[in-house]
């Protein structure tokens, strides 16, 4: 258990040794900025909430997760390190888990700093704050999925720009496996219980609801499920690699 | 005590570890030698529980590393090959890192601490990013981290690989006062090192043991072990030198002019050799008798 904090504040500190945090915050915040503001009409629909703020999360995360997770794995079978961390005495499960909420936690502070915009928002209106709460948190679970898909492919290489982009890649089947584009590929051959099969994968429709602050029992599951899966995944593969 | 069983490691079609056997027990300093790809480190990772066999296993006090790894992992410290480090931390913190993760104790881990700092010298550098270290300085942290929790076992992959020659004796003198009832595993390429700091030689090539024993029994297997070479004042007839009992071979140095005598295996022959100058009043400037010469048989072993 302690291993987990001793391995988690190591990573999370290594965040901001190196601009990598500070680089991935200041992008967030920019675009999150120019999406809520310019792209998502935040003025002209004259409404005190958030929605436009929440539904480019996932479209933010697809991209700037990957770039968070890429190093976490690769970085150290590239460095070396890997060595090092996996001859003391922890196990990969400790590992893997200070690593993901290392990370996490950086995706956390990245969204509390968004605060202007609530801010902004409650001075101009007076939206209902639990809704806002309820996206945030809902908002921080799904960047968790994106998070542990990225750590997993992180995993299988130690080039990290090979990582980014298989992370993108993998994040993008499960943001658009719900949108019309793929459902109509699917449509004219598969099963409709297949179709709804791929559809209550995505990432799009168990935050849709959740952006409009609904917190329903079975998209939280279903956030927690995927990151369980990939993490334990990762795991896999990180096990996997010591025996080749 | 590390028990070894026919470990063998395969990375697809390769074999880089293959079939090896051995016991190591406390006062053992075990110097690992063998050419490069010989498949040193990748011994050692299997003995650090990082690489799991393809097959046979590594058994620490009677207990398999690939099932007790983290309870195992505990009595061992471990420098692996090129000192590897997270640079972006200062040498203090990585310490500090370290004996956290190795579950040391607010007081073990002070103590510890400032322990190391003391052997390895690391004052000066406490402060500094390791990636702003010099190789040797890099190496000295990671001999560090291995030593902090003051391991039962200690496996160095090439302790001494890029440091100067200062450094280098500095890290054998170490080596050697830590290693008191303790399990010492160092791989290296560097032939006098094995003299220097071990008390058992293992020599691998190719994944398989060519040789296990003391220092001294590897210098026996040299063709220059007890030879006697001998430098004349002036030419003289040596023709007879071959004939001295248990003389086998005879070379000459062309340009030094030097003659090596070589005894046959087993015999003494620097007496017999003295009173064959004597009696026939031979110039002799210089004579010597050489104690084998290790590089030879590494080439002989390992070829
Ligand atoms: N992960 C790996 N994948 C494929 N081949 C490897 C791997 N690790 C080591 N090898 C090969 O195994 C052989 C032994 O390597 P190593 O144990 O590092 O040798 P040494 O430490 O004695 O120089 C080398 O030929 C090396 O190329
Ligand atoms: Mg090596």
Redesign the pocket.
């Known amino acids: 258990m302690n291993a987990i904090f001793f391995i988690a504040r190591r990573e999370f500190a290594a965040f901001f040794a190196t601009p990598i945090a500070y680089v991935f915050i200041a992008i967030f915040l920019i675009l999150s900025g120019i999406f809520t503001f310019f792209v998502g009409d935040f003025y002209e629909r004259s409404q005190a909430d958030l929605t436009p703020f929440f539904n480019y999360h996932p479209w933010l995360y697809l991209f700037l997760v990957p770039a968070i997770a890429m190093r976490s794995w690769a970085e150290e079978r590239r460095s070396g390190t890997i060595e090092l961390l996996m001859t003391l005495p922890v196990t990969s499960v400790q590992v893997t888990l200070g690593k993901f909420f290392a990370a996490w936690l950086v995706l956390l502070l990245a969204l509390l700093l968004t605060f202007p915009i609530w801010w902004t928002v409650n001075y101009l209106g007076e939206p209902d704050n639990g809704i806002i709460l309820a996206a945030y948190t809902g908002s921080w679970l799904m960047a968790g999925a994106f998070l542990a898909i990225s750590m997993c492919m992180s995993a299988l290489t130690k080039n990290q720009v090979i990582a980014f982009v298989l992370a993108i890649l993998v994040c993008f089947l499960f943001v658009v496996s719900g949108s019309g584009i793929v459902l109509d590929a699917f449509e004219k051959w598969a099963a409709p219980g297949v179709l709804d099969t791929i559809a209550s994968f995505s990432f799009l429709n168990h935050f849709d609801t959740m952006a409009k602050g609904v917190l329903a029992l079975n998209d939280i599951l279903f956030f927690m499920v995927v990151i369980g899966i990939w993490l334990y995944a990762g795991l896999l593969i990180i096990e996997q690699k010591k025996a080749? | 005590m590390i028990s070894v069983k026919n470990l063998c490691k395969s990375?697809?079609n390769?074999v880089?570890v293959n079939d090896l056997s051995f016991d190591v027990n406390p006062g053992d300093i075990v110097g690992f030698l063998?050419p490069?790809?010989?498949?040193?480190?990748?011994?050692m990772k299997m003995l650090t529980g990082f690489l799991t066999p393809t097959s046979g296993h590594v058994r620490i006090d009677g207990r398999r590393v690939s099932k007790n790894t983290t309870q195992l992992q505990k009595l061992i410290g471990y420098l692996p090959?090129g000192a590897p480090a997270y640079d972006e931390m200062t040498v203090y913190q990585f310490l500090h890192f370290i004996a956290d993760v190795r579950g040391m104790t607010k007081k073990e881990k002070m103590a510890g601490l400032s322990q190391v700092i003391d052997q390895i010298e690391l004052h000066d550098v406490l402060d500094q990013p390791i990636e702003t270290l010099s190789k040797g300085f890099k190496r000295r942290v990671g001999l560090a981290q291995a030593i902090i929790h003051n391991p039962q076992i200690l496996i160095l992959d090439e302790p001494t690989d890029g440091l100067d020659p200062n450094q280098k004796q500095h890290v054998r003198n170490l080596i050697t006062s830590l290693s008191k009832d303790k399990i010492v595993v160092i791989?290296t390429h560097i032939l006098e090192e094995v003299s220097a700091v071990c008390n058992r030689v293992m020599i691998i090539a190719a994944g398989s043991k060519r040789f296990d024993g003391t220092p001294l029994e590897l210098q026996q297997q040299s063709r220059y072990y007890q030879s006697v070479t001998i430098k004349f004042s002036y030419a003289a007839d040596i023709t007879g030198l071959l004939e001295i009992d248990g003389v086998d071979d005879m070379k000459v140095n062309k340009h030094t002019g030097e003659v090596t005598l070589f005894p046959a295996k087993g015999q003494f022959i620097l007496g017999p050799v003295t009173e064959y100058i004597h009696h026939y009043k031979l110039p002799v400037d210089r004579l010597h008798v050489d104690q084998g010469r290790l590089d030879d048989v590494f080439m002989q072993i390992t070829s």
């Open positions: 080749v | 990375f697809g390769f880089a063998g490069n790809g010989a498949g040193k480190s990748t011994t090959e791989s």
